[in-house]
């Protein structure tokens, strides 16, 4: 089995798989083949070929196709008809090259049949928003784009957490900040387990970066009338050939260019930003090679210059961030920075300068952070589920065969355990200190307290939780196992797996019996005992020892089977299938959409 994780994201999609090729533990599946491995992901755009068909939009030479959609994704609710037609589109592209790319991957598009299953990342504030959203992103991908084999939603947040679970200790206190193009979220895990008090979102995605350089190139560029009158013509000619929009071509370009400036700038130091776009790259069959439609060239420091209000927002964002955990009494040590738009070398810098006590993460490709983590996570909770369903099975099985037993011997010995004091003391102190002495006046004694004793707090408390003792006994063991071997974490469970209910409430004992059994002691002991059985002097002091006999006599030989418990057993076998599942959660990581 592999375990799939797929990151839809604003501005580039990826996608992860477990176990790894060449036995790594992740590996990532290329959307599009190319040496480079930075460019085996995809940008989050699609355009129409000449036959019809949906393409990824791979590269500057394919703002020229007609039919360009980009930023499509979102609440599936909120969407739009064309954009939700472009998710659609897209995610079948994707979940194609999947196919295409990874061999070892087998589905049956007919039966949904499939030697992997697929995670997908949602983002992290749209549960907080409302916790449909995902399950709603999730059908959307399993109907509408026919990815059957996608099984779970997770929190892009949650699965960037997930790729360094195992190098986590309880102590840690990790704080994790996944930017990306259209969003940055904050969100927060103390001993494994996200904080949900505080986790945010801010508009601070990485899309304001190219906004910034294409605002500055139509304003303060020396180029910016050449620049806007070539991009006037652009969008004059694509409107005749029924083409997307200038704008969003240009975003995109602007989009190419800035991944490329930052992988630069990452291995040198120092480089230029340079958006130089030909009418011919954005109107099909343009004449002329040379004509510019936009054009800035902007050495770093220039480049760090314009998007300065941007950097000082985040800044300001982190350092906000800082101060908001420290009001929750959180000082985070360890912050995971995740989200391609994380690889601007600037994010590191000031995450340090908000965080200066803490550990910063960030891996050499954090574009691809979300879907391991997702794919990690996949593999994790998919055994888990496993182990869960196993478990809920036996405990099943097990139940429908004793649960009955169960039942009646913790009544019994409640009943037992409480009868040898309420039923002595009360003998004692209502019959051998004030009774008549007959058998009559014995079996009125009896019959009284009898009945009486099965109605107390007492009794049901003491058979609830013996009750719930033995079923616990069966279940939390082996729950605590499942949690250690796949989550990685110790636990001691308190939590009781059922609720008896009324099942011990007013437990009838039948006192029918009392008179012949009570007569059939008083014979028996006193046929030993005493020398007339036809004069039985319960008054007599030295008669007392045998009215201690009968009583143990009586206690011993209680006829339980009259016991009136009445249980419903599915519906006992529900509730503590829905607390396993509890538990699970609880002490697993993420809630996940299933």
Same mark, same amino acid.
């Given at each position: 089995?592999?375990?799939?994780?797929?990151?839809?994201?604003?501005?580039e999609?990826?996608?992860?798989?477990?176990?790894?090729?060449?036995?790594?533990?992740?590996?990532r599946?290329?959307?599009?083949?190319?040496?480079?491995?930075?460019?085996?992901?995809?940008?989050?755009?699609?355009y129409?070929?000449n036959?019809g068909?949906?393409?990824?939009?791979?590269?500057?030479?394919?703002?020229?196709?007609?039919?360009?959609?980009?930023?499509?994704?979102?609440?599936?609710?909120a969407?739009?008809?064309?954009k939700?037609?472009?998710?659609?589109?897209?995610?079948?592209?994707?979940?194609?090259?999947?196919?295409?790319?990874?061999?070892?991957?087998?589905?049956?598009?007919?039966?949904?049949?499939?030697?992997?299953v697929i995670?997908?990342?949602?983002?992290s504030?749209?549960?907080?928003?409302?916790?449909n959203?995902?399950?709603?992103?999730?059908?959307?991908?399993?109907?509408?784009?026919?990815?059957?084999?996608?099984?779970?939603c997770?929190?892009?947040?949650?699965a960037?957490?997930?790729?360094?679970?195992?190098g986590?200790?309880?102590?840690?206190?990790?704080?994790?900040?996944?930017?990306?193009?259209?969003?940055?979220?904050f969100?927060t895990?103390?001993?494994?387990?996200?904080?949900?008090?505080?986790?945010?979102?801010?508009?601070?995605?990485?899309?304001?970066?190219?906004?910034?350089?294409?605002?500055?190139?139509?304003?303060?560029?020396?180029?910016?009338?050449?620049?806007?009158?070539?991009?006037?013509?652009?969008?004059?000619?694509?409107?005749?050939?029924?083409?997307?929009?200038?704008?969003?071509?240009?975003s995109?370009?602007?989009?190419?260019?800035?991944?490329?400036?930052?992988?630069?700038?990452?291995?040198?130091?120092?480089?230029?930003?340079d958006?130089?776009?030909?009418?011919?790259?954005?109107?099909?069959?343009?004449p002329?090679?040379?004509?510019?439609?936009?054009?800035?060239?902007?050495?770093?420091?220039?480049v760090?210059?314009?998007?300065?209000?941007?950097?000082s927002?985040?800044?300001l964002?982190?350092?906000?961030?800082?101060?908001?955990?420290?009001?929750?009494?959180?000082?985070?040590?360890?912050?995971?920075?995740?989200?391609?738009?994380?690889?601007?070398?600037?994010?590191?810098?000031?995450?340090?300068?908000?965080?200066?006590?803490?550990?910063?993460?960030?891996?050499?490709?954090?574009?691809?952070?979300?879907?391991?983590?997702a794919?990690?996570?996949a593999?994790?909770h998919?055994?888990?589920?496993?182990?869960?369903?196993?478990?809920?099975?036996?405990?099943a099985?097990?139940?429908?065969?004793?649960?009955?037993?169960?039942?009646?011997?913790?009544a019994?010995?409640?009943?037992?355990?409480?009868?040898?004091?309420?039923?002595?003391?009360?003998?004692?102190?209502?019959?051998?200190?004030?009774?008549?002495?007959?058998?009559?006046? +014995?079996?009125? &004694?009896?019959?009284?307290?009898?009945?009486?004793?099965?109605?107390?707090? =007492? %009794?049901? @408390?003491? #058979?609830?939780?013996?009750?719930?003792?033995?079923?616990?006994?069966?279940?939390?063991?082996?729950?605590?196992?499942?949690?250690?071997?796949?989550?990685?974490?110790?636990?001691?469970?308190?939590?009781?797996?059922?609720d008896?209910?009324?099942?011990?409430?007013?437990?009838g004992?039948?006192?029918?019996?009392?008179?012949?059994?009570?007569?059939?002691?008083?014979?028996?002991?006193?046929?030993?005992?005493?020398?007339?059985?036809d004069?039985?002097?319960?008054?007599?002091?030295?008669?007392?020892?045998?009215?201690?006999?009968?009583?143990?006599?009586? +206690?011993?030989? &209680?006829?339980y089977?009259?016991?009136?418990?009445?249980?419903?057993l599915? =519906? %006992?076998? @529900?509730? #503590?299938?829905?607390k396993i599942?509890?538990?699970?959660?609880d002490?697993?990581?993420?809630?996940?959409?299933?």
């Amino acid at each position: 089995m592999f375990y799939i994780g797929i990151d839809f994201g604003h501005g580039e999609t990826s996608v992860s798989r477990v176990p790894g090729t060449n036995n790594q533990p992740v590996s990532r599946i290329p959307l599009r083949i190319s040496g480079n491995f930075a460019e085996q992901k995809v940008y989050s755009a699609i355009y129409l070929d000449n036959d019809g068909k949906w393409q990824f939009v791979g590269s500057e030479e394919d703002l020229k196709r007609p039919e360009i959609k980009e930023g499509f994704k979102g609440m599936i609710h909120a969407l739009d008809d064309d954009k939700r037609e472009a998710l659609c589109e897209f995610a079948k592209l994707v979940f194609k090259a999947i196919l295409d790319n990874d061999k070892e991957l087998h589905y049956n598009p007919e039966t949904g049949e499939a030697n992997f299953v697929i995670c997908i990342a949602n983002p992290s504030d749209w549960r907080r928003q409302n916790p449909n959203n995902p399950k709603e992103y999730l059908t959307f991908f399993q109907e509408e784009a026919g990815i059957k084999p996608a099984k779970m939603c997770i929190n892009e947040s949650d699965a960037a957490f997930y790729t360094k679970f195992k190098g986590y200790v309880p102590s840690d206190k990790v704080f994790v900040i996944d930017l990306g193009s259209s969003t940055i979220d904050f969100t927060t895990y103390q001993n494994s387990i996200c904080n949900r008090e505080c986790c945010w979102g801010a508009n601070l995605g990485a899309h304001l970066v190219e906004d910034k350089l294409v605002e500055y190139g139509y304003t303060s560029a020396e180029e910016k009338e050449e620049n806007t009158k070539g991009m006037l013509l652009v969008q004059e000619e694509r409107e005749k050939l029924h083409m997307g929009t200038a704008d969003s071509a240009l975003s995109l370009a602007a989009r190419f260019e800035k991944e490329a400036y930052f992988t630069r700038l990452n291995q040198s130091g120092f480089t230029t930003y340079d958006l130089n776009l030909k009418v011919r790259k954005l109107v099909a069959n343009w004449p002329d090679r040379k004509q510019i439609a936009f054009c800035v060239e902007i050495e770093t420091p220039k480049v760090n210059t314009i998007i300065k209000d941007y950097i000082s927002d985040l800044s300001l964002a982190l350092s906000n961030a800082a101060k908001k955990l420290q009001g929750y009494g959180i000082s985070p040590n360890k912050v995971l920075l995740s989200g391609g738009a994380s690889r601007m070398p600037f994010v590191k810098e000031i995450t340090k300068e908000a965080f200066p006590n803490a550990e910063i993460v960030r891996d050499n490709y954090p574009e691809w952070v979300v879907s391991d983590g997702a794919a990690l996570y996949a593999k994790t909770h998919i055994k888990a589920l496993e182990g869960r369903n196993k478990l809920q099975e036996e405990f099943a099985t097990w139940a429908k065969a004793h649960l009955d037993d169960k039942l009646k011997s913790a009544a019994i010995s409640s009943f037992n355990s409480i009868l040898k004091d309420t039923l002595r003391n009360g003998l004692e102190n209502r019959y051998l200190n004030g009774s008549s002495g007959s058998l009559n006046d +014995l079996e009125q &004694i009896s019959r009284g307290i009898l009945e009486g004793i099965t109605k107390t707090i =007492e %009794f049901k @408390s003491k #058979a609830d939780k013996q009750f719930i003792a033995v079923v616990d006994g069966f279940i939390k063991a082996k729950l605590e196992e499942i949690i250690k071997s796949n989550y990685g974490k110790v636990v001691t469970i308190s939590e009781n797996f059922i609720d008896p209910g009324d099942t011990f409430n007013n437990v009838g004992v039948k006192t029918d019996f009392l008179h012949d059994f009570i007569a059939q002691i008083a014979d028996h002991f006193c046929n030993n005992f005493l020398e007339s059985v036809d004069d039985l002097n319960w008054s007599r002091a030295r008669s007392n020892d045998k009215r201690h006999a009968i009583i143990t006599e009586f +206690l011993a030989n &209680i006829d339980y089977d009259r016991f009136n418990h009445n249980i419903d057993l599915n =519906e %006992f076998i @529900s509730q #503590a299938v829905d607390k396993i599942d509890k538990v699970l959660h609880d002490n697993g990581l993420f809630q996940i959409s299933e």
